[in-house]
Each structure stands twice: as C-alpha cells, then as structure tokens.
C-alpha cells in the first residue's frame, strides 16, 4: 500500500509509468498491481535518499562533524563543511574515504575516524598528508593495522564492501586502494580541482562515464564503488555530473532488478540490452539513473510487499 505522506509523488510516478506504458508497452515485471506498487515505493524511497544530501547542505551542521576525534563525525557531513570553508581537496577526499570504508551496521563510521583521525594521535590522514606521503601512509597502516582490528567495540567495512581489507601492502588492502587513488587524482596536474578540470570539455553525462571509466585506475574500486563515489560527488555538487545510465555490466541486484521489471523474470536479458532499455525508461518517466539502479535493485528484494531498505 503506497503511503500517504508521499501520495503525490506516488501519482506522479504512476502517472509517468501509465504514459511509458501507453507508448512502449507494458512493462512483464510490473504487471501484478502489488509489484507496481513495491516499485513506485522503492523509487520514491531512493528519490528519498537524494534529496537527503540536499537536505543536509541546507543545514547548519555542528563542527564536530568534522572531527574524527568525536563521535559526531560523519564523512558526508564532514565533506560539506570542507566545501564550505572552500577545501575542496578536503571534501571530495572525504567522499573518497566514505565509499572506501562505508558505514558499518554496528561499528558506524568507526574504520574512518580511527584512520582518518591516525587513532587520535593529534593529526589527521587528511588529502595533504596522504598525497605528499602515500607510503609512509603504508608505513603507519602496516604499523597499527591490528592496532585498529584489536581495539575494543565493533568494527569493519559497510556491507558493500565487506570483502575489503586493512592491509598495507597487499594489491588487495587499504594501503593499495589510497595509494591507487592519489595517483589517480595527481595525474591530472596536482589536485581534484585540476583533475576533475579535464574533462569539462565533456557534457555531465560523458563526463560521469569518462570518470568511471578511468577509476578503473584505483584498486578495490569496482562498478558500486566508482558509482557510489561519482554519484555522492554529484549529490554534493562537487562536480557537475548527470548519470547516464544505470550501469548494468557486471552488477548483481539491479540487473536482477531490471531483468524482472524488463523482462518479466530474474536471468532473462543481456545487462548491456537492459541497460540501454531501463535508461529510455529512466529518461521517459524523469527519473534519474542512480535513483532507477537503487530503485530497483532493492525492489527485486521483496518485488510484492514493500521493504524499506536503508541504502
């Protein structure tokens, strides 16, 4: 049952959904009243999940966000009071940091504030720091790595990326992906602010691609990660950027998400031929391409009863 407090939105989704329908064909996955109605939930909730970045820059936000030293940090809402006090390296190697590690479901921001925050010794990891020196970051990662596995309380990566490491020196650690990252970003002349300038001669969407393309470049940063990070920059407004599609190759849930809504059944379709399908709908019925991956990536779930999903 669509919920009253967003009642309106759940009509205009319908709306644009009975139009696309009209032109295109009913949509196999969607054809059972319940399932169209666990689909316009879900799109409404990511839509949700968007404007709580535009919510948040909207506020005045306590400084100890900003401080890996208290319990009040918060990645995303550190960034934003980087990007307002004009440290734009800051911000956007926060978001970095954010996707890298994740918010873990018991253990919170913890893996970031203890290696932002160098477990308190008075100075920060911070984007100076680890681009002048990324090995001796893998010299200090190595140093307290099980320092940072041993200390009391939960701990650990988000969901999304449980199969990440703390290692130094490993291809496949931490110290790996960060110095993958600064040499990714330096490349472009020395800072974000000249890296991201290379490629505005491109259109926001070609830009969004020609960026995930070249992430590629940064270890441990597969399809949801290079997408989590590009999509977190555009909701902050730290580079303009448009999703072009919803990225299907090589993704697992959303593709399972557009096999069902697309084909009517979870196997049926080649993800590039459903990524080129679900982008028409995304566009035709104004919804933009990462609200659509998240949307129906959590719709397939529970496609018949509605969940609400926290990312």
């Known amino acids: 049952m669509i919920r009253n407090n967003y009642r309106r939105?759940?009509?205009?989704?319908?709306?644009?959904?009975?139009?696309?329908?009209?032109?295109?064909?009913?949509?196999p996955g969607i054809?059972?009243?319940s399932f169209r109605e666990g689909l316009i939930d879900q799109i409404i909730d990511s839509e949700q999940r968007v404007a709580y970045f535009a919510r948040l820059r909207g506020r005045t936000l306590d400084a100890n966000s900003a401080d890996p030293g208290s319990t009040s940090f918060d990645p995303l809402r550190a960034s934003i009071i980087h990007?307002?006090?004009?440290?734009?390296?800051?911000a956007v190697w926060l978001v970095f940091l954010f996707v890298h590690f994740g918010r873990h479901r018991l253990a919170g921001w913890r893996y970031v504030r203890d290696v932002y925050g160098r477990l308190g010794d008075g100075r920060l990891w911070d984007w100076p720091s680890v681009s002048a020196d990324p090995i001796g970051f893998r010299y200090w990662l190595d140093d307290h790595q099980?320092?940072?596995?041993?200390?009391?309380?939960?701990?650990?990566?988000?969901?999304?990326?449980?199969?990440?490491?703390?290692?130094?020196?490993?291809?496949?650690g931490t110290g790996e992906a960060f110095e993958s990252y600064v040499r990714w970003i330096?490349?472009?002349?020395?800072?974000?602010?000249?890296?991201?300038?290379?490629?505005?001669?491109?259109d926001p969407a070609d830009r969004f691609d020609a960026l995930y393309r070249s992430m590629s470049a940064v270890a441990r940063f597969g399809r949801i990660a290079r997408f989590d990070y590009l999509?977190?920059?555009?909701?902050?407004?730290?580079?303009?950027?448009?999703?072009?599609?919803?990225?299907?190759?090589?993704?697992t849930g959303p593709l399972r998400g557009a096999q069902l809504l697309l084909r009517g059944k979870v196997g049926e379709g080649l993800a590039r031929d459903l990524q080129r399908e679900l982008q028409v709908l995304s566009q035709s019925i104004g919804i933009r391409g990462d609200v659509m991956?998240?949307?129906?990536?959590?719709?397939?779930?529970?496609?018949?009863?509605?969940?609400r999903f926290s990312g």
């Open 9 to 27: 939105d759940a009509e205009r989704i319908g709306a644009a959904l009975d139009a696309f329908e009209a032109e295109y064909g009913a949509l």
């Open 31 to 33: 054809l059972d009243p």
């Open 83 to 90: 990007a307002e006090r004009g440290n734009y390296d800051e």
């Open 146 to 172: 099980q320092e940072l596995l041993a200390a009391p309380g939960p701990r650990g990566f988000s969901n999304h990326r449980k199969y990440e490491s703390l290692n130094a020196w490993e291809k496949t």
């Open 186 to 202: 330096l490349s472009g002349g020395g800072d974000h602010a000249a890296f991201f300038a290379q490629f505005d001669v491109l």
């Open 231 to 251: 999509t977190t920059l555009l909701k902050l407004e730290l580079v303009q950027l448009d999703v072009p599609h919803s990225y299907l190759v090589g993704a």
């Open 293 to 307: 991956e998240d949307a129906v990536c959590n719709w397939q779930k529970s496609p018949d009863a509605y969940q």
